[in-house]
């Protein structure tokens, strides 16, 4: 009998333990480790912020599903891993061993690394459904005195997609309520270029996001390193090409939501030889860490190097389908190794990805993530406003179901030829 613990209760952690509960035998434990019962969708969190969800339509009580499925849940969060002894340690002090640790914890955010930046500060974030909340709650207040806008991703951020959404958002938003007129915004970004999106712009992400900028009158400041907030005004310096600030800029602001940049948490960060000078976790091409061959990471915690230099350093987004194709590869590996066999598996880290505007969206395919790619394709449209609101519908429901990839999304994903796995057992890649 083994034990098997997943460390982190989101997107990434969730799936795992629903991919591997099947790949065990009935008498191998799993066992989830969250912080509290509730899992929130992260990609609804622009629409809490704009008041168009709620947090009870976006959440799951997961300690329900995780027992119908067999799958032990604990609540009381982790506080440090061991990987010297194969424990992990909870924040009551007590301890859990196990045979094969996933680590899911997604990311800290980094709002500490600048002055005056987040929800405590003087900015606005939706990481969190908590942070989006109080978002949705100081935008309300805005309403009442509108002025100038700020959105974007400060220095080190990795997630730009969802800044670009939240800017559409709040423009679609105040144009429904016929304020817009009242609202200078300005995206600020630490991307080299608009559409950058820390994968070198996938397609013609540049255009698109440029030309609908243009369109919906938003200014924007690219290689922006933010260097200090107060509370009504946000000082940048953009930062030429040759890494010398070219110019130093002080926007006022009545409201602003920027994204942090991440790093690893604390129970795992400064473990030598488990996770970098961020915190992020060392895998190998199977998920797993090179220094401690039973511990495998999935997700945002993940480190993962930038795609190339910046004026301004950006990180890779981890999205929700790279997840799932880390999860899959983790799950086929741990089953490897529990059956004496060796693990194989390789995630393709492809990104696929909805940005909704609230009106309409974008769309796009990296395969593989990092540039020259197979599949660099994105689109634009309506379509993409309606197709993110079922992507929504279908996630949650998945997810309370306690499934990770029903049969139909695997058919019609490899019908379209995106696929989870690079290296498989079934069909092995030399
Ligand atoms: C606002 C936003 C919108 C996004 N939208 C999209 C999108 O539309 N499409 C897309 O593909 N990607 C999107 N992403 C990127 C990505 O898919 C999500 O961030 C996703 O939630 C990451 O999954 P994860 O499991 O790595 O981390 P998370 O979902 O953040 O989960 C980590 C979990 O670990 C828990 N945890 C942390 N520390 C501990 C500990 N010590 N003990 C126990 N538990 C712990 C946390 O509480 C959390 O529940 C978005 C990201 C953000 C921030």
Same mark, same amino acid.
């Given at each position: ?27 191998? !434990?799993?066992?989830?480790?969250? +912080?509290?019962? !509730? ?10 912020? *704009? ?14 599903? $995780? ?15 061991? %990987? ?11 301890? &859990?061993?196990?045979? #094969? ?10 709002? @500490?690394?600048?002055?005056?930046? /987040?929800?405590?500060?003087?900015? +606005? ?26 959105? /974007?991703?400060? +220095? ?6 969802? *800044?670009?959404?939240?800017?559409? &958002?709040? @423009? ?25 999106? /820390? ?52 926007? %006022?602001?009545?409201?602003? $939501? ?31 860490? %090179? ?18 230099? =910046? ?7 981890? =999205? ?5 194709? $880390?999860? =899959?590869?983790? *799950?086929?590996? &741990? ?12 995630? =393709? ?6 940005? @909704? ?11 593989? !993530? ?9 689109? !634009? ?7 993110? +609101? ?17 049969? #139909? ?22």
């Amino acid at each position: 009998m083994s034990t098997v613990v997943v460390l982190g209760a989101g997107l990434g952690g969730t799936l795992a333990a629903y991919e591997l509960r099947p790949k065990l035998s009935p008498n191998d !434990q799993l066992v989830v480790v969250g +912080q509290g019962s !509730q899992y929130h969708f992260v990609p609804s969190n622009p629409w809490v912020a *704009a008041g168009w969800r709620t947090r009870h339509e976006i959440e799951i009580t997961l300690p329900e599903v $995780m027992s119908r499925k067999g799958i032990g849940y604990v609540s009381k969060g982790g506080k440090r891993v061991h %990987p010297g002894e194969s424990r992990l340690e909870l924040e009551d002090g007590s301890y &859990i061993a196990y045979d #094969y640790l996933v680590i899911a914890t997604g990311p800290e955010l980094a709002f @500490d690394e600048i002055e005056g930046l /987040g929800p405590d500060n003087f900015t +606005q974030s939706i990481c969190h459904v908590d942070h989006a909340e109080r978002a949705n709650a100081s935008f309300n207040e805005f309403l009442k005195h509108p002025g100038p806008v700020i959105v /974007g991703a400060v +220095q080190g951020a990795s997630c730009f997609g969802p *800044a670009y959404e939240f800017a559409f &958002i709040l @423009d679609t938003e105040l144009r429904r309520r016929r304020m817009r007129d009242k609202v200078p915004m300005t995206f600020v970004t630490a991307e080299p270029y608009i559409g950058h999106l /820390g994968l070198d712009g996938v397609g013609d992400t540049k255009g698109l996001l440029e030309s609908e900028l243009r369109k919906r009158h938003i200014k924007w400041i690219t290689s922006a390193r933010v260097t200090r907030i107060e509370s009504a005004a946000m000082n940048i310096e953009e930062i030429g090409d040759d890494n010398i600030p070219k110019n130093a800029i002080t926007l %006022p602001f009545s409201y602003a $939501m920027m994204l942090p940049a991440f790093r690893g948490v604390s129970a795992v960060r400064g473990i030598e030889g488990l996770t970098n000078a961020r915190g992020f976790v060392i895998v190998d091409k199977k998920q797993r860490n %090179p220094s401690f061959p039973n511990i495998f990471a999935v997700g945002v915690c993940v480190a993962i190097a930038p795609t190339g230099p =910046t004026p301004v350093p950006v990180g890779v987004p981890k =999205t929700g389908f790279m997840i799932e194709s $880390m999860v =899959t590869a983790t *799950a086929e590996n &741990i089953s490897a190794l529990l059956n004496g066999r060796d693990p194989i598996s390789e995630a =393709t880290w492809n990104a696929v990805c909805l940005a @909704d505007f609230g009106d309409g969206g974008v769309a796009f395919v990296a395969e593989p !993530q990092i540039p020259p790619r197979n599949v660099n394709w994105s689109a !634009q449209g309506k379509w993409v406003h309606y197709a993110k +609101q079922a992507f929504e519908k279908y996630y949650l429901r998945k997810m309370r179901r306690g499934e990770s990839e029903p049969f #139909y999304e695997r058919w019609i994903m490899e019908a379209l030829g995106i696929h989870r796995l690079s290296r498989a057992p079934s069909k092995e890649v030399s």
